[in-house]
């Protein structure tokens, strides 16, 4: 039944049971632990005899949002707006999870908007820069009732624009410039603070993660499709900031949860920390409510090396065993770390083209003639194509051969532009160009590309949630087609390796919100000598 809480089934068909008796006394922990509840213990107890009694959350919010976007809301976001609602009622953040593409922004503005006869002052959503016009561009499109001030521009324009903070609804600006103005808003009183792809704040150490907490806001809520992508840490951090204290203080948390759940395979903490978080994390999977979704199929795509491309591989691959055993003999594993990535990162990069590194190389690349051949064979057959790289170099190199054989494409890197990104994105969906190239850092999240139907993975990244997050631009609401994801991997090589770890850490990812699996942290060292 707490679990069900948890994964967003309706609050009032949830039965109680031992496990909401113990919930009582995880609430309890937030009164009487370090998180100091706004308006004391009262609410927090009644927040966990409401969960007991299954009592819902907001009775109204489901006929307004049903009147109001007809077709366009589904059940599952009414029980996310519910969720929010609830929480709200009794003085507690949370983290919005659910799956990439499920609609969370739609959640949010219709959340806003439901709340806006009750609630005094302005809310706040701080996004990565290429998104915030994105989060414009929704309200306009589902709720142009709200107010939307977007901040942005040059220094003066935004001191000016603030100006006007307290007279919308909700005010948009970027991780950066808040980094820059956060002298600006300590003056503003917000109702909500909203975090959109909250795992910018991962890193409690971060600029980021600490201006974000000097946010003057009633409540906070984070929404991210990954709240644990490496370490348990980034759920903790992610907690500071929606709830403080709750999850004790860092080196109370590590004591108590992450050392015992990551170095001693410790059950009990991982059931521990998972019975804590469940109540205040919302996560649902595309599986399990769009089942009118179109199913995607990944595929596992392998090739060899090019004879001259495998002789600098071999060279390289002795090269570097002998650098990494040197500088782990002289500086041991934990600072020979950035050197280990560096080694890593080339061997990488010859499997993708040895001219990433090595000048006037006029070789061949043999996954890049596997590319070749599965684009002409995906246009023949009239798909249209999402390919993502990490390399930058590697798209400039696809580039060159897709110029020669006057294939068009679009392109979008770090450097691109919000407004040119969303004209770029319009322009696909609508049908114009077949394939877009992205880097995964800047593309990765925050664009809907359902005008694809297949995504190709040029290169294996280290952490699975982040290769998903990239497929799933064409893999959410909108699609109609079947989705296939192909993971291009060089047969023998440090990609196969990389493969095998993404498995493993799939595992971790699940762990905390599943809980029974093994939890994985960062490589060891004896991870790195076998890769």
Known sequence: GLHQVAVGHRLEHVPAGPDLERLEEVLLVVVHGQHQHPHGAAPAVEFAGRLQTGHPGHPDVQDYTAAVYLNVIRNYQVDGINWMYFLRKYGF??????????????????????????????????????????WQNEVKKFVPELSVLVVSGMPSERKELLREAENVDLVVTSYPLLRRDIGLYKDIKFRYCFLDEAQHIKNPNTLNAKTVKQINSDMNFALTGTPIENSITELWSIFDFVMPGYLLSHSKFVKKFEAPITKHDDKNALNDLSKHIRPFILRRLKRDVLHELPDKIESKLTCELTPEQKKIYLAYLQKSKKEIAMELESKGFEKSQIKILSILTRL???????????????????????????????????????????????????????????????????STKAEERLRMVDSFNSGSKKLFLISLKAGGTGLNLTGADMVIHFD????????????????????????QVMKLIT?????????????????????????????????????????
């Open 93 to 134: 953040g949370g983290i919005l999870a659910d799956d990439m593409g499920l609609g969370k922004t739609l959640q949010v503005i219709s959340f806003v908007l439901s709340e806006r006869d009750s609630s005094k002052g302005p809310s706040l959503v701080v996004a990565p820069t290429s998104l915030i016009y994105n």
């Open 348 to 414: 990488r990069q010859i499997c993708c083209h040895p001219s990433l590194f090595i000048e006037d190389f006029k070789g061949e690349s043999g996954k890049m003639q596997l590319l070749e051949e599965i684009l002409a064979d995906a246009f023949d057959s009239g798909h249209r194509v999402l390919l993502f790289s990490q390399f930058t170099g590697m798209l400039e190199i696809i580039k060159q051969s897709l110029d020669k054989q006057k294939i068009e494409y679009f392109y979008l890197d770090g």
């Open 460 to 483: 294996p990244w280290w952490n699975p949630a982040v290769e998903d997050q990239a497929s799933d631009r064409a893999h959410r609401i909108g699609q109609k087609n079947v989705v």
């Open 491 to 531: 047969q023998g090589t440090i990609e196969d390796k990389i493969f095998e770890l993404q498995q493993k850490k799939k595992e971790m990812i699940d762990s905390v919100i599943k809980p029974g699996e093994t939890f994985r942290s960062k490589m060891t060292e004896s991870e790195i000598r076998e890769l």
